[in-house]
């Protein structure tokens, strides 16, 4: 093994000073990169969530739709959407489950909202009341409620 020399030890040094700077740069893209997020992602979380929604509010429409073939009217507001899961009370005609897994949750973790009146003209709704689960508000907080469309 040979003597470590001026010129050996001044690019070990230059070495180590490009390794600290590429540390310090590293670490600080990824920074900017959370703080840049914090500000940036609550818009796509909004965009995520109303994607989510309509989905949701679509399937379980069309498994409503499959449920009134059959039973020839609308879940009562009491059965609410568990009734495409499990056969209700005193429902001649039921042949589901007309949903395939779970009804789903809203992006918050809360059951969507079904209502309906039972009146002759009425179509139920399916929705939710937003991040807060309060009904109105605005952005996160905004309720979303959609007639059923079979």
Not at 39 to 58: E, F, G, K, T, W
Request: aromatic residues 6%; charged residues 25%.
């Amino acid at each position: 093994m040979r003597p470590i020399n001026k010129t050996d030890a001044r690019e070990l040094r230059q070495a180590g000073l490009l390794a600290r700077m590429l540390l310090v740069l590293g670490s600080t893209t990824m920074i900017l990169s959370l703080v840049s997020c914090m500000i940036v992602c609550p818009a796509d979380y909004r965009l995520v969530a109303r994607s989510q929604i309509q989905n949701d509010i679509n399937e379980l429409s069309k498994a409503i739709g499959a449920y009134r073939k059959d039973i020839r009217s609308f879940p009562a507001g009491n059965e609410g959407l568990q009734a495409l899961r499990a056969a209700p009370a005193h429902k001649a005609g039921w042949r589901g489950p007309y949903y395939p897994r779970e009804i789903p949750k809203d992006p918050w973790g809360r059951p969507y909202i079904y209502r309906i009146t039972h009146t002759a003209t009425d179509v139920p709704k399916i929705g939710t009341f937003g991040a807060d689960g309060k009904p109105g508000g605005k952005d996160l907080d905004e309720d979303t409620l959609a007639d059923v469309v079979p």
